[in-house]
């Protein structure tokens, strides 16, 4: 990400510079989904060992839908 602002007068090596919010609002983003997705994973597959192969998918797709 690049923010640039500045008049034309001035120097144009200074209108431009690395927006470091927007990286680290990015980058806190893409852990955040990635823990979400690993948490999500886990539950699943504890559920999955809890409930085992033959117990109600309904039940199973509604515990899922919670962390999702």
Known sequence: PVHCEG???????QWCRFDRDAFEKALTSLARDEVKRKAAEKIS???????????NQELRNAIRGLFE
């Open 45 to 55: 597959e504890k559920i999955e060992e809890r409930l085992g192969e033959e117990k």
């Open 7 to 13: 008049s034309l007068d001035g120097e144009p090596n």
